[in-house]
T-cell receptor
């Protein structure tokens, strides 16, 4: 099976812009989770989707949002970008409704100037 | 909230040596996972543990789910240069909590 894919791999934006990142889970996986990774904070949970429903959300401002489509692909959107949003954004998929064992994609490296 | 303490933060070892790292949690977990991350890539799942006391191996890697359900360790035997990377522990408390909580990582350097 193909692994989790994320597009784009690299992105440069300026403050105030918005960005949309895409994630395609492993075939058959219905749970998709998003994480932000920075050197200072490590890996932090953003949100998790299962069957197009957001089931859990981390402690991030409302500028961070997401959605999941009927084919389980997911998108994450960040509006009004800030310098501190520069990070590696990782998507992970799981085949269990509990989303416990998660498999990660390669990530999208976002740089905000 | 849940916190994971992972130690050591970094290790510098000689090729062929064994390595041990561990994680402790402030609360009980139902699942412990160990990942390895190479620069510029996403974490790769190494071992998943689902029961207290469980001991699982994957090649030269062995991990255990602590009896108290608040800790886990990962051992790497006979290290090789390609073991270099950052190792993360992660836990999930189950129930309606679908997120993983991650440790800060252990940076492993192997000197050939």
């Amino acid at each position: 099976k193909a692994g989790v894919t994320q597009t784009p791999r690299y992105l440069i934006k300026t403050r105030g812009q918005q960005v949309t990142l895409s994630c395609s889970p492993i075939s058959g996986h219905r749970s998709v989770s998003w994480y932000q990774q920075t050197p200072g904070q490590g890996l932090q949970f953003l949100f998790e989707y299962f069957s197009e429903t957001q089931r859990n959300k981390g402690n991030f401002p409302g500028r961070f949002s997401g959605r999941q489509f009927s084919n389980s692909r997911s998108e994450m959107n960040v509006s009004t970008l800030e310098l501190g949003d520069s990070a590696l954004y990782l998507c992970a998929s799981s085949d269990r409704s509990g989303g416990e064992t998660q498999y990660f994609g390669p990530g999208t490296r976002l740089l905000v100037l | 909230g849940q916190q994971l303490n992972q130690s050591p933060q970094s290790m510098f070892i000689q090729e062929g040596e064994d390595v041990s790292m561990n994680c402790t949690s402030s609360s009980i977990f139902n699942t412990w996972l160990w990942y390895k991350q190479d620069p510029g890539e996403g974490p790769v799942l190494l071992i998943a543990l689902y029961k207290a006391g469980e001991l699982t191996s994957n090649g030269r890697l062995t991990a255990q789910f602590g009896i108290t359900r608040k800790d886990s360790f990962l051992n790497i035997s006979a290290s090789i240069p390609s073991d270099v990377g950052i190792y993360f522990c992660a836990g999930n408390s189950g129930g309606s909590n679908y997120k993983l909580t991650f440790g800060k990582g252990t940076l492993l350097t192997v000197n050939p």
